[in-house]
T-cell receptor, first 109, second 114 residues
């Protein structure tokens, strides 16, 4: 069975400080991993996916198969980064994206 | 304006009644999904559909039913058999069956049983 764990429910950081959101997964096959974000009063939307190896809004995430992790990082947090972040795993079968419980990020000035 | 639309935004239901949540997309996507979002539990998959006239149970399908008679529509019925229906429901769609295809979400429907 596949499972996604986001251990932090709430992450509070100061503007300009680094932020790291942890995501660990459990899956025996080759995983597809994503980060989705939900800003206040907006729809849930894709932030980035591991297969693209891209940086979006200053965020990066590296898939570490040895540690089964896909942590999301940003070196300098901005107030507009305040949102709910979900890590998601695809792999068990087509289309079954498994989401973590989510981490609420609050960036204070 | 292309996208995925859920209606209504808020829905109240009496215990023992069935209720249907609407989800429509004009993105020409083959795949559609229903998730339930509860505080502290993230999103849990209820049902998904890869193509018209086909759908599969997700992780928490009991007490729910769906249909996919048209490509653009994927309504979810919450039946009286669902023991804890009060929740926020999210509909999503994606272009095709590939795993790394981006999912697009609706604004959600908040269902409250009174």
């Amino acid at each position: 069975a596949q499972r996604v764990t986001q251990p932090e429910k709430l992450l509070s950081v100061f503007k300009g400080a680094p932020v790291e959101l942890k995501c660990n997964y459990s899956y025996s096959g080759s995983p597809e991993l994503f980060w989705y974000v939900q800003y206040s009063r907006q729809r849930l939307q894709l932030l980035l996916r591991h297969i693209s190896r891209e940086s979006i809004k200053g965020f990066t995430a590296d898939l570490n198969k040895g540690e089964t992790s896909f942590h999301l990082k940003k070196p300098f947090a901005q107030e507009e980064d305040s949102a709910m972040y979900y890590c998601a795993l695809g792999g068990d079968s087509w289309g079954k994206l498994q989401f973590g419980a989510g981490t609420q990020v609050v960036v204070t000035p | 304006d292309g996208g995925i639309t859920q209606s209504p935004k808020y829905l109240f239901r009496k215990e023992g009644q069935n209720v249907t949540l609407s989800c429509e997309q004009n993105l020409n996507h083959d795949a559609m999904y229903w998730y339930r979002q509860d505080p502290g539990q993230g999103l849990r998959l209820i049902y998904y559909s890869q193509i018209v006239n086909d759908f599969q149970k997700g992780d928490i399908a009991e007490g729910y039913s769906v249909s996919r008679e048209k490509k653009e529509s994927f309504p979810l019925t919450v039946t009286s058999a669902q023991k804890n229906p009060t929740a926020f429901y999210l509909c999503a769609s994606s272009k095709d069956a590939r795993l790394n295809t981006e999912a697009f979400f609706g604004q959600g429907t908040r269902l409250t049983v009174v």
